[in-house]
Each structure stands twice: as C-alpha cells, then as structure tokens.
C-alpha cells in the first residue's frame, strides 16, 4: 500500500463533508472509508473521518456503527465536543437514555453551544427506554472495534501489517 500525501488525506475529509452537506450520507461513509484505508498516521484527520462516518451513519440510521466510530473518535486526539454530541445523539436514537445523559452533560463541558443544561434536565426526567438488542448489538460493536484496533497497534509495532 502506497503512503498517501497530507493532501490526499485532507481531501478525503472534505469530500466525506460535501456529501454530508448534500445530503448524500452513503457517498460520505464510503469517502470516508477510503480515507480511513490509507496508511496514514494523522491522527487528527483519523478523528475527524471517524466523526463525519459516524455522523453519517447516525444520519442513516446505524446508530450501533456509529456510535462505534465515535467512540473511536472519542478516543483520538484531539478531543472535541462534536464527536461526543453526535454520539449522543445515537444513543438518544436508539433510547440509551443514560449514555445520552452522560454525553449530554460531557458536551456542555467540553463547551458545546448546541447543549444546554435545560437540555440535560429534560433527559435526566425522561423515561429511560432502552432496547437490550440495540445496546447488545453496540457492545459487540465497540468490543470488535476496540479489539481489531489493538491487534492493528500490536502488528504495527512488531512490524506486521494488516
């Protein structure tokens, strides 16, 4: 696999953020996966393809990929309300009340201006309604990801690649 330039990467970021904002949500998740195949160590640009797919996974409706991606984001320097407020709003979409409560009050303080501590007491009074297949189907999910991400770093560092 051949190294992409910074430019390639970039690019890949905002074409993923055009079909975004034209509405084109499958055209985004495939730039995006494009740009997460290139062997690139930016982690900066990482986070940012892991927040647009997830975003526009959440858009589609496959609220367990994206709350997958997300929390990858999440992960990833540097830390940004945005990728913690589009993971709650997965978590509210498939009635994860709690986890939507936690990242709710997480944006406000990571200084999101879409959040607001009305917004945080509201959820706090909401019935909590949580389908078990949804958040078993997310579990699996981050497991799988946080697994197949350390057996990445593990090859990587032994001089393996994947």
């Known amino acids: 696999m051949t190294r992409p330039t910074q430019s390639e990467q970039a690019t890949a970021v905002q074409r993923a953020r055009a079909a975004a904002a034209a509405m084109k949500f499958h055209k985004a998740v495939a730039l995006c996966d494009k740009g997460l195949h290139m062997d690139e160590d930016d982690a900066f640009v990482r986070h940012r393809l892991y927040n647009k797919r997830g975003a526009a996974n959440n858009r589609l409706g496959q609220h367990t990929l994206a709350i997958a991606d997300l929390s990858m984001a999440i992960r990833m320097p540097p830390s940004s309300w945005l990728s913690v407020y589009n993971r709650h709003s997965a978590y509210r979409s498939i009635g994860a009340t709690k986890e939507a409560l936690q990242d709710a009050e997480l944006t406000l ?20 309604w949580i389908d078990p297949a949804r958040v078993l189907g997310v579990a699996y999910v981050l497991a799988n990801s946080a697994s197949m991400q350390q057996n990445k770093l593990l090859g990587d560092s032994h001089g393996l690649s994947t």
Request: glycine content about 4%.
């Open 109 to 128: 303080q990571l200084g999101c201006p879409d959040v607001s501590w009305d917004d945080v007491d509201k959820l706090r009074r909401e019935e909590p």
